[in-house]
């Protein structure tokens, strides 16, 4: 990495420089950026994303996407086709612990694996970290949730580096997930990470975040159909479900009070008649045995006397055995919804197991997370149309999460997951070949997905193309993916030499391969068969312009490129003062 050279400098002008320094002290993140390799290419390249057909899941059109390759490039490429437009983003990077490569813990840093003892070693850290946050909250909806897996090597410096790049306001939380037991002797036993949340628009978000998954509740949703089918007499069925209920009450967790059952299911009691605080409704409830009006409430009910009528008709009011006791409402189970704690407790070999499995016993890759953390934070944060991004997807746990969800709830999100090669430079000639993306990632939701419709995903390469040959080097499939993904349609094979797709509004997306006669003539046939808006992405603009007049016709490669720069204006503009980076007083 360059070093400083201050040797030219006379004495006044070092204590000039001294003085500058020492006035430009701030509160917040300071990292040294300009003793650190920029990610390469910003101003001189465009990435395109390459589709490797042999290596998709399923026939296309493909919502799903897999892509291989340095995420700084695929998230360029995304920002020209996704800005503003992701839901979710969940990220697990490297957590910079110094763990070499050797192990696979290392981390690659424009090309190199990166030195863990070198000085420099969190600021270097930063600096990947930083351009892809910008990109990553640029890709987020107003109302979208940014998610990130860490430990204590980073946390501090991550999460002012979150509140420069979301800005203060949006911080949701730091989940601290308790992931493990340890018996290694040490002063203070760590078994817990982090994840830490923000929202790209604090106000754009609901004010609570509920959700209707629960382990627990799903257990009680099952023994309740079942007791029920064994009992129709009710004394019965409460009877066996007591029995039940007394052996397992301690593994409900929230849903320990949940301990009565009729032919609506297991419900419990709640509170929720009563009123809380100012002054409610004072009326008698008759006891539907002893007759006399039931204890009420000391700041009485919160509905008129007229709605609890119908509340106890409904038969949706719990009696005491006699009138001392105040009546409570009836909630059932499937109406039960959690909140998301900022402690979570699930142990971290989950994900390692459940990879081991699918992998045929033998663990292709270390740490992966459980995806039922995944699911349990998606759950919260997405909804069912939502896109799901994780830039650092290593095994693909989130996109296998997404999936999940989907069947479990009937959801309809898509995934995208970009995985590195994570060839090592300096290994073996078997490790330089191991590709976490290609072998790993993709092999496993290969496994577990349907091929269907819902499982399908397109797998691309991010390559990146020198300017200069831009012309030379720009596949037609790769023009077409950037096309489609523009224009929030599914990634299709290119098939001829006339690109075409209608989109859902009607709008006809065109790509014609040439600049022939026969490629005009081609665009104006399939022009002319069409009753709706046309758009045409062109090497040769005037010619297909004169062919279809009605056609917006944009020129190739200009467009994709002019597109495509938003992403260096996007860096240039954060780039933040050179000696301090504040973080936490800024709004
Ligand atoms: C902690 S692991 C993520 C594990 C993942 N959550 C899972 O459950 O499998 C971090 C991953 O980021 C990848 N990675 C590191 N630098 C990257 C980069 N510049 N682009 C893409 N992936 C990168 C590493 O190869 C590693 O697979």
Not at 234 to 260: C, H, I, M, S, V
Not at 384 to 390: A, C, F, H, Q
């Amino acid at each position: 990495m360059p070093q400083r050279d201050y040797s030219h400098l006379s004495a006044p002008e070092l204590i000039d420089l001294l003085k500058q320094r020492d006035a430009q002290a701030h509160f917040g993140l300071v990292w040294e950026r300009d003793q650190i390799e920029k990610d390469k290419h910003l101003n001189d390249d465009f990435v395109g994303l390459e589709l490797a057909t042999e290596l998709c899941h399923g026939q296309g059109p493909y919502k799903n996407l897999v892509i291989e390759g340095d995420n700084f490039d695929a998230l360029r490429h995304l920002l020209m086709t996704h800005a503003g437009r992701m839901n979710v983003i969940y990220v697990d990077p490297p957590y910079n612990t110094g763990s070499t490569a050797s192990n696979r813990q290392g981390w690659v840093y424009n090309d190199k694996f990166f030195d863990p003892n070198s000085r420099y070693r969190h600021s270097t850290w930063l600096e990947f970290m930083y351009p892809r946050l910008q990109l990553a909250c640029d890709l987020l909806a107003d109302d979208g949730v940014f998610m990130v897996s860490i430990d204590d090597t980073e946390l501090y410096n991550l999460k002012l580096l979150l509140d420069r790049v979301f800005g203060p306001r949006n911080f949701v939380a730091n989940i601290v997930w308790h992931n493990s037991t340890s018996n290694h002797p040490t002063r203070v036993t760590v078994e817990h990470e982090y994840v830490l949340i923000y929202t790209k628009k604090r106000d754009a978000n609901p004010p609570e975040w509920k959700s209707a998954e629960h382990p627990s509740k799903a257990l009680l949703l099952e023994i309740g159909e079942q007791l029920k089918r064994e009992h129709a007499d009710p004394a019965a069925l409460q009877q066996a479900y007591t029995a039940w209920y007394r052996e397992n009450k301690e593994f409900l967790g929230p849903l320990a009070d949940y301990k009565f059952i009729d032919k609506g299911g297991v419900y419990a009691g709640s509170r929720s008649v009563h009123k809380p605080d100012a002054k409610g409704y004072r009326y008698g409830i008759p006891h539907p045995v002893t007759g006399r009006a039931c204890k009420m409430p000391a700041n009485g009910y919160r509905y008129p006397e007229d709605t609890m009528k119908k509340l106890v008709e409904g038969g949706h009011i719990i009696f005491g055995e006699d009138e001392s006791k105040i009546v409570e409402l009836k909630v059932y189970a499937n109406e039960f919804l959690t909140k998301l704690p900022s402690v979570i407790d699930l142990d971290g070999r989950k994900g390692a197991n459940e990879l081991k499995a699918i992998f045929d016993g033998v663990l292709p890759f270390n740490n992966p997370k459980p995806t039922e953390l995944m699911t349990q934070l998606l759950t919260f944060v997405s909804k069912p149309n939502d896109i799901v991004l994780d830039f650092f997807a290593g095994s693909g746990t989130t996109a296998h999460a997404v999936a999940k969800l989907n069947a479990q709830d009937g959801g309809k999100r898509t995934f995208i997951a970009v995985s590195s090669t994570e060839a090592r430079l300096d290994g073996t000639e078997e490790e330089k070949q191991k590709n976490i993306c290609r072998d790993v990632c993709a092999q496993r939701l290969r496994r577990v997905l349907p091929a269907d419709n819902g499982g399908a995903f397109a797998y691309l390469r991010a390559k990146p193309i020198l300017r200069h040959r831009l012309e030379r080097e720009l596949t037609n499939q790769v023009v077409w993916n950037a096309v489609c993904l523009a224009h929030q349609l599914p990634i299709n094979k290119l098939e001829g030499p006339l690109g075409w797709v209608t989109a859902s509004d009607g709008v006809a997306i065109a790509y014609p391969t040439g600049t022939k006669s026969a490629d005009v003539a081609k665009f104006a046939q399939a022009a002319s068969e069409h009753k709706g808006p046309v758009i045409c992405y062109a090497w040769a603009t005037p010619r297909f312009a004169a062919a279809v007049p009605r056609a917006q016709v944009f020129s190739l490669p200009e467009t994709l490129l002019g597109n495509f720069r938003k992403a260096a204006v996007l860096l240039a503009d954060a780039e933040p003062e050179q000696a301090a980076v504040a973080g936490g007083e800024e709004e």
